[in-house]
């Protein structure tokens, strides 16, 4: 569900008309920061339209592209969202939006902010101090496993490779208890976490939410974890911040699909 403002080819609205004719870019919003926050230096072009104690951002976009090829168009866009509002969120508080709605002008996103006021300042209280982290465990590629010379034939063989077997039972095991007091610890550090899928190695995705001045104890958790994985030939990877996009309430309109 996108933004439910004055797209484009939806009709005129008071603001439309304000914005006047001849209009050549239009504007897609893509989420708020707090309000005189400067620009971080890596982030792409973009605007700040203000709004109450906070700033829009929004960027130009391309109409006729947007409608030739719209799955395209919509993955850029969600690039562009992506890197924009990670580089605000290493030192600021962001709250992402849906991609989908296109702005005639100014006027017609201030209309729409408007109308969503209170939704807007819902979902920004309710991320106020936090940023999202994404936490992985994957099978380290890079460490190939022992393949075991077996000499074919007789008792010693087939005990072979059932030590081989049970061993690398153990190892499973094992990692799975990793997997297990990582996601633990993870967690004990969030206000709240989504469990995202696994499989084709991976034994663990995680999205947390975790206020700004948990973030070095988080941190020094998952180093310490990190190594205790490397030991079993695991990866950790922490990411973040990144704009708290999983913990917005799914069909929301302030809900996006990660990039």
Same mark, same amino acid.
């Given at each position: 569900a996108? $933004?439910?403002?004055?797209?484009?080819? /939806?009709?005129? &609205?008071?603001?439309?008309e304000r914005?006047?004719?001849?209009?050549?870019?239009?504007?897609?919003?893509l989420?708020?920061v707090?309000?005189?926050?400067?620009a971080p230096?890596?982030?792409?072009?973009?605007?700040?339209?203000?709004?109450? @104690?906070?700033?829009?951002?929004?960027?130009?976009?391309?109409?006729?592209?947007?409608?030739?090829?719209? &799955? %395209?168009?919509?993955?850029?866009l969600?690039?562009?969202?992506?890197s924009?509002? &990670?580089?605000y969120c290493?030192?600021?508080?962001?709250l992402?939006?849906?991609?989908?709605?296109?702005?005639?002008? @100014?006027?017609?996103?201030?209309?729409?902010l408007?109308?969503?006021?209170? =939704?807007?300042?819902?979902?920004?209280?309710?991320i106020?101090? *936090?940023?999202?982290?994404?936490?992985?465990? %994957?099978?380290?590629?890079?460490?190939?496993?022992?393949?075991? =010379?077996?000499?074919?034939?007789?008792?010693?063989? $087939? /005990?072979?490779?059932r030590?081989i077997?049970?061993?690398?039972?153990?190892?499973?095991d094992? #990692? $799975?208890?990793?997997?297990? %007091?990582?996601c /633990?610890?993870?967690?004990?550090?969030a !206000? *709240?976490?989504?469990?995202? #899928?696994?499989?084709?190695?991976r034994?663990? +995705? $995680?999205?947390?939410?975790v #206020? #700004?001045?948990?973030?070095?104890?988080?941190?020094? +958790?998952?180093e310490?974890?990190? &190594?205790e994985a @490397?030991?079993?030939?695991?990866?950790? *990877?922490?990411i973040?911040?990144?704009?708290p996009? +999983?913990?917005? !309430? @799914?069909? %929301?309109?302030?809900v /996006?699909t *990660?990039?």
């Amino acid at each position: 569900a996108g $933004l439910s403002g004055e797209a484009l080819g /939806r009709g005129p &609205s008071r603001a439309a008309e304000r914005c006047g004719s001849g209009v050549t870019n239009p504007l897609v919003l893509l989420g708020f920061v707090p309000r005189g926050v400067p620009a971080p230096p890596a982030a792409p072009p973009h605007h700040c339209v203000p709004f109450g @104690e906070l700033s829009a951002i929004v960027i130009n976009a391309d109409t006729h592209n947007l409608e030739r090829q719209a &799955s %395209d168009a919509i993955l850029e866009l969600a690039v562009t969202q992506n890197s924009l509002l &990670s580089a605000y969120c290493e030192a600021h508080d962001v709250l992402p939006v849906a991609l989908g709605a296109v702005f005639s002008c @100014e006027a017609a996103v201030i209309e729409h902010l408007c109308s969503e006021e209170s =939704r807007i300042w819902q979902h920004w209280s309710g991320i106020t101090g *936090r940023a999202e982290y994404l936490v992985t465990l %994957d099978l380290d590629s890079s460490i190939p496993e022992p393949a075991p =010379r077996l000499q074919s034939g007789g008792v010693e063989y $087939l /005990r072979a490779r059932r030590r081989i077997r049970d061993d690398r039972a153990m190892q499973a095991d094992r #990692r $799975l208890r990793c997997a297990s %007091d990582i996601c /633990r610890t993870a967690v004990s550090c969030a !206000e *709240r976490h989504v469990v995202s #899928r696994t499989g084709h190695g991976r034994l663990a +995705s $995680l999205s947390l939410l975790v #206020r #700004r001045g948990d973030v070095g104890a988080m941190t020094e +958790s998952m180093e310490d974890a990190a &190594s205790e994985a @490397e030991k079993l030939g695991l990866l950790l *990877r922490v990411i973040g911040p990144c704009a708290p996009t +999983s913990f917005i !309430e @799914e069909g %929301d309109e302030f809900v /996006r699909t *990660r990039a």
